[in-house]
């Protein structure tokens, strides 16, 4: 709206809502969209204001109202966001072949296998990779630099984060890879799961712990168990 201060409100019999404000008068409307056309109307606000190379995750707005005036976050949740839009493209790519959807797929998932090759423990990916100088609002937390000392990256890796990691690997290994991002993707699965499976179901973090963010894998699966 033109401003938070709302001084009356006016609704059509079609349900189109105009709201007077200290700044001008506001519309509200409902439009009726196709799934293709919903879909473009959320790309198109993804690339402006949620993609971070290839990671799409949270912002934030300096100025309340301004578009323009957004900030990316490095969130925990990098790469579990990162994953959803990763199997979002996929699919869309197996639906439709456009070679638009298969490129952000692509680069997405490149972002997703950064995030477990920059740590220096095999098979731990990182929660968020930021580079040194870069604008970006950092969510709170541990943070490491990466051995080049030209970024840093965020650990205390959960659970359902790695989840989503998995789910984005399957999904665009089956919908989406070529051989060669096959045989890679194999070979980071590969590091990923001895990982949990030789430190008990636990994600074993650079100071030697598990990580403490969420419930280790052990411990979730446990409390699956007794619910169930």
């Not at 473009?40 to 995750?57: N, P, Q």
């Not at 949990?196 to 403490?212: C, K, P, S, Y």
Request: charged share 25%.
């Amino acid at each position: 709206m033109s401003d938070d201060h709302v001084n009356a409100i006016s609704i059509r019999a079609d349900g189109t809502v105009f709201i007077a404000t200290s700044e001008g008068i506001s519309q509200i409307e409902k439009r009726k969209y196709t799934l293709e056309q919903k879909a473009e109307a959320f790309e198109k606000t993804i690339l402006a204001r949620h993609d971070r190379r290839g990671y799409i995750t949270s912002c934030n707005l300096k100025v309340p109202g301004d578009l323009s005036s957004h900030m990316y976050r490095a969130s925990d949740n990098d790469g579990l966001w990162t994953s959803l839009y990763v199997a979002a493209q996929s699919f869309r790519y197996a639906a439709t072949g456009q070679p638009n959807a298969k490129k952000l797929a692509r680069r997405s998932m490149m972002a997703i296998i950064q995030l477990e090759s920059v740590t220096p423990i095999d098979g731990f990916p990182a929660r968020a990779i930021i580079q040194k100088g870069e604008t970006v609002e950092k969510s709170h937390g541990e943070r490491h630099d990466t051995e080049d000392g030209f970024s840093e990256w965020k650990g205390d890796t959960s659970s359902d984060e790695l989840d989503g990691h998995l789910f984005a690997y399957l999904i665009y290994y089956d919908l989406v890879a070529d051989e060669r991002e096959k045989q890679n993707m194999t070979e980071v699965v590969h590091r990923i799961m001895p990982h949990i499976v030789d430190n008990d179901f636990l994600l074993i973090d650079l100071d030697g712990l598990h990580t403490t963010r969420e419930c280790g894998l052990h411990e979730c699966l446990m409390e699956a168990a007794t619910q169930s």
